[in-house]
């Protein structure tokens, strides 16, 4: 059940009258290339803004067009948001893409000075600029798929979960895992913590804050845990490793993914969310003339989300590789609706 790099499908799309953002009168792509602002934790957190470069890099390599990507700054404040999407407008970039919820204020501000730039938000829905993508995803249809894989392979019916920041995204994550893994076993025993209140606190870049909490439910006794922590994602991982339990990823497929290498062999599998997919077809529309716009929303049924079965011990596994397939096909059937909160 690997999920490929496809097109999210799109709930709204659209384009100005006339000239289309990015291009010329011929149809032609005038910008500059793809821009990309990173979210909290930056490149390299082998996750969320990983997967968003995998999709920068596509795009970039595909369409033969340049490309800029824009680390953040500890404890930036919106302003420094939106002078970074700014630069990168009067750079000529197009579309500018900010990857994550933070960027809801600078995106909003900045797309109305640049009407005919496109641009694109991660895990925000809230802006109606015409110029705008508001791409997000259905987080707790892949987190189900992770809660019915941990029920379905602990060993002591106790699993735990660790979230990055305390905030309405993360519980999707939290709430779709938890009624995955109870569909298998009403009675597991499910252990929860987030790291911090805010982004700003480095709940999804802290790498040792996601360590102390997976020591301390696997100490409790849990013996698979499911993590949406960004970059301290990769402290779970690490403590999972340690203890010899399962871990599970998130955003990207973790058990590929280089850096993480030396744990792989622990890593069950991944809640994929396909944010690359996203980058490279809003990036595809604005050279193709036709800026995507609106929301564009990413589910199983369109591999916008899914559940990464890359570890050859996942796939030995055969009645929990048919739990988790046969829950993504009820979710797909609209046999299961999946709880958000």
């Given at each position: 059940?690997t ?18 953002a ?15 602002a ?12 990983d997967?968003?470069y995998s ?7 595909e369409?033969k067009i ?12 919106d302003?420094?948001?939106v002078?970074?999407?700014?630069t990168?407008?009067?750079q000529?970039y ?6 994550g ?13 640049y009407?005919?730039v496109?641009f ?6 809230t802006i109606?600029?015409?110029n705008?993508?508001d791409?997000?995803f259905?987080e707790?249809?892949?987190s ?11 060993k ?10 305390d ?11 938890v ?7 009403p ?16 709940g ?13 439910q ?17 402290g ?7 203890h ?10 973790q ?6 290498a030396q ?37 199983l ?27 993504k ?13």
């Amino acid at each position: 059940m690997t999920v490929a790099v496809v097109a999210v499908a799109a709930a709204g799309c659209g384009k100005s009258s006339g000239e289309s953002a990015g291009t010329t009168k011929d149809g032609k792509y005038a910008g500059k290339g793809i821009g990309l602002a990173y979210d909290v934790g930056g490149k390299g957190d082998q996750s969320f803004n990983d997967a968003a470069y995998s999709g920068f890099q596509k795009a970039e390599q595909e369409f033969k067009i340049g490309g800029r990507d824009i680390e953040p700054q500890d404890g930036e404040s919106d302003a420094d948001k939106v002078q970074r999407l700014e630069t990168l407008a009067k750079q000529g970039y197009n579309p500018i893409i900010g990857v994550g919820y933070s960027y809801a204020p600078a995106v909003k501000e900045v797309s109305v000075k640049y009407p005919k730039v496109s641009f694109g938000i991660i895990d925000d829905e809230t802006i109606k600029e015409k110029n705008v993508a508001d791409m997000v995803f259905h987080e707790e249809q892949s987190s189900y798929l992770a809660g019915v894989a941990a029920a379905m392979t602990t060993k002591k019916d106790h699993i735990g979960f660790v979230g990055g920041v305390d905030n309405p995204l993360i519980h999707k994550f939290e709430a779709g895992y938890v009624q995955g893994a109870q569909s298998v076993n009403p009675k597991i025993k499910i252990e929860k913590q987030y790291l911090t209140e805010t982004a700003a606190e480095g709940g999804f870049a802290s790498p040792d804050k996601g360590e102390n909490a997976a020591d301390g439910q696997i100490e409790a006794g849990a013996d698979v845990v499911y993590q949406a922590a960004g970059l301290s994602g990769q402290g779970v991982i690490k403590s999972a490793a340690g203890h010899k339990v399962w871990a599970i990823g998130v955003d990207s497929d973790q058990y590929a993914q280089g850096a993480l290498a030396q744990y792989k062999d622990y890593i069950l599998g991944s809640a994929l969310k396909n944010v690359g997919g996203a980058v490279y077809e809003l990036a595809k529309s604005v050279v193709d003339g036709k800026p995507l716009s609106g929301e564009v929303r990413g589910d199983l049924k369109s591999g916008g989300v899914g559940f990464a079965d890359t570890n050859p011990k996942y796939q030995a596994m055969k009645d929990v590789v048919a739990a988790v397939d046969k829950a993504k096909q009820d979710i797909i059937d609209g046999k299961i609706t999946v709880n958000t909160k």
